[in-house]
C-alpha cells in the first residue's frame, strides 16, 4: 500500500505547483529543463508535455513527441512522395478498352 501514497500530493505540495507553473508562464521563474538541457516552453498543455505511462519518463521531456525514426529517409524506402510517373502526352488507340 505505500507505493500508492507516493503519487498523492498534499494540498500545500499541490499548489506550490501551481504557483510554480503560473510564475514560470508569467516569466518569473526559469523554464524546466528537460532531459536533454533544453528549455519546455511553459505554455505547452500538460497533455502534451507529460509522457504516456507506458515510456516510464522520470523527468519531464519532449522527446516522445519528436521523431523517433533515426533514419532519414525512412518513408522513401517504402514510398516515393512526389515522384513522376509516366504521363501519356497522346492518345493511344485501344488505350480505354477493357
Not at 55 to 65: F, T, V
Not at 66 to 83: I, M
Amino acid at each position: 500500500m505505500a507505493t500508492a501514497s507516493v503519487a498523492f500530493k498534499s494540498r500545500e505540495d499541490h499548489r506550490k505547483q501551481i504557483e510554480l507553473e503560473e510564475a514560470r508562464k508569467a516569466g518569473l521563474a526559469p523554464a524546466e529543463l528537460d532531459e536533454d538541457g533544453k528549455e519546455i516552453n511553459p505554455h505547452i498543455p500538460q497533455y502534451m508535455s507529460s509522457a504516456p505511462w507506458y515510456l516510464n519518463a522520470e523527468r519531464p521531456s519532449l522527446k516522445h513527441q519528436r521523431k523517433w525514426k533515426s533514419d532519414p529517409n525512412y518513408t522513401k524506402s517504402w514510398y516515393d512522395r512526389g515522384a513522376k510517373i509516366f504521363q501519356a502526352d497522346k492518345y493511344r488507340k485501344g488505350a480505354c478498352e477493357k
